[in-house]
């Protein structure tokens, strides 16, 4: 800034310092228990305006009180507080100067009053399963950042900043409040997670809002969110809306991909099976007459009226299973259309915005012919693309492992592509992207590339990524395996150039 606008900017605000000083110092409140800070609010009222400018020359000049903490009054992100700070404040106010930067993880963490040892302690408690229960994780149903963004489809609802929701389990806990939120939670580890005590009787034991991993869990929470309420969900689960063969428009390739995107997190990509969920394209023991499922009851006198084959070749099974899966005993919390009942499993349902009837009918289909092809003895069947061709070698560079065990070779090639070589990682985390960025720079200023990761394990694979265009080489020399809803690096490798 020249010494001429420094000069405008002081001169404006000792006009207004003495007429509006008063006000702002005795009006401005504290940060609010779970507000998002910002940088430069320094009057802590959510938003940038000249009171912010006044209150930091009142607390440096004049005795006045000082902000609920020192990160949201360094608007020059300089970590120092002085004159400069107000300066750059007015200049973006009223002189079109820069904007005050966000806010880092640890100055938000500081500002909120969150331990970062607990924040840690959290994330792994969302991205871990219970050693008391299944292999089921907050993770796997629930991502941290928006629904719209993720590329993996999950069951479960975002549960980024749902600490503000009025209301959980589509209001079967109603009032806003740890209370609830803790009974939403223990909902989930008795149903789905199928948690017990690893001692007799082995009975179901839920957490209280005092209990260490449930506000380890909640300080994680607090530490992503960017606002303080979130609407109510409204959650509909659905009858299958047909019966039968799937429809001639449904499409096994598109029901593929899709399965990849969604059903992959605990059946595998290609529904070959991993350690969460079986195979469905071989012959299971799901797939033996069950004479004690019964898909619909009379609502009146809960008699069985329709028992069907369980048989993953059943089309109206598969899409049973898709539509109503879930726990069914006389304390469950979730609505059930008149006449059906959930499968009493932990598989969980999937629900009108998450899944349209014809993609159910596109997943149906896929899993007649991926089961059709493990009969006939043929490769299971791939939508997957095989790796595009390739190039010559520009930069190169070796993981680091620090997380999920993330390790292998990135390279950048000169068909403006990222090529990950001999490439591991267990596919845990929550949302996981490869993410080019500066070594010069702060990591969280980089750009995440290609698909979400999350739930597909890799061992010695090749994966090739293409580099946006808009995004220069010179832009970035490091590669990182990125959580991308907990700006967590798992693994990152520097980019040297190759001979």
Not at 152 to 167: C, F, T
Not at 472 to 479: A, I, K, R
Request: charged residues 20%; aromatic residues 8%.
């Amino acid at each position: 800034m020249s010494l001429s606008m420094i000069q405008v900017v002081s001169s404006r605000a000792s006009l207004v310092l003495p007429v509006a000083l008063a006000i702002a110092v005795a009006a401005a409140p504290a940060v609010a228990r779970g507000a998002t800070p910002i940088r430069g609010d320094s009057d802590s009222n959510g938003r940038l305006e000249l009171t912010d400018a006044i209150f930091s020359l009142s607390f440096l000049f004049l005795g006045g009180r000082g902000p609920a903490c020192t990160p949201i009054a360094d608007s020059n992100g300089d970590g120092t507080l002085n004159l400069s700070d107000a300066i750059h404040l007015l200049s973006y106010l009223f002189l079109g100067g820069p904007e005050p930067g966000p806010l880092s993880q640890g100055e938000l963490n500081e500002c909120l009053g969150i331990d970062p040892e607990a924040v840690a302690r959290g994330m792994k408690e969302y991205e871990s399963a219970d050693p008391d229960g299944n292999f089921f994780s907050c993770a796997t149903c629930h991502s941290m950042s928006p629904d719209s963004e993720s590329d993996v489809i999950r069951p479960g609802h975002s549960l980024l900043n749902s600490l503000g929701r009025p209301s959980y389990k589509g209001a079967a806990f109603g009032g806003p409040g740890l209370e609830s939120y803790v009974s939403a939670a223990n909902v989930c580890r008795n149903d789905w997670m199928a948690i017990s005590s690893s001692t007799p009787p082995f009975d179901f034991v839920p957490w209280t809002v005092e209990a260490p991993r449930f506000t380890d869990l909640v300080a994680f929470m607090k530490s992503l969110q960017t606002r303080d309420s979130e609407p109510a969900l409204d959650i509909q689960i659905v009858a299958p809306a047909r019966t039968g063969p799937p429809p001639a428009s449904a499409s096994g390739e598109r029901g593929c991909e899709l399965f990849n995107r969604s059903c992959m997190v605990c059946h595998g990509v290609g529904a070959v099976g991993n350690q969460i969920a079986p195979s469905l394209v071989e012959q299971l023991p799901l797939c033996e007459n069950d004479p004690n499922l019964c898909r619909r009851k009379d609502p009146v006198t809960s008699a069985c009226f329709e028992i069907t084959q369980a048989c993953l070749d059943d089309p109206d099974y598969v899409r049973y299973r898709i539509r109503l899966s879930g726990p069914d005993h006389p304390d469950q919390v979730y609505k059930v259309p008149p006449g059906f009942q959930l499968a009493g499993s932990v598989m969980p349902f999937w629900t009108a915005d998450k899944l349209s009837d014809d993609q159910v009918e596109d997943l149906v289909a896929f899993v007649a012919l991926a089961r059709q092809a493990f009969r006939e003895g043929k490769p299971t069947f791939d939508c997957t693309q095989e790796p595009p061709a390739e190039g010559k070698v520009l930069r190169r560079g070796s993981f680091v492992r620090l997380f999920h065990n993330v390790s292998g070779v990135a390279e950048e090639l000169d068909t403006r592509k990222i090529r990950l070589r001999d490439f591991n990682y267990d596919g845990g985390g929550i949302s996981v992207k490869v993410w080019l960025y500066s070594s010069a720079g702060n990591i969280r200023g980089g750009r995440a590339i290609g698909p979400d990761l999350f739930g597909q394990p890799q061992t010695n694979a090749t994966l090739v990524i293409d580099i946006p265009a808009d995004l220069p080489s010179d832009q970035f020399d490091s590669v990182s395996i990125w959580c991308v809803s907990a700006k967590q690096d798992f693994g990152h490798a520097l980019l040297e150039a190759v001979p």
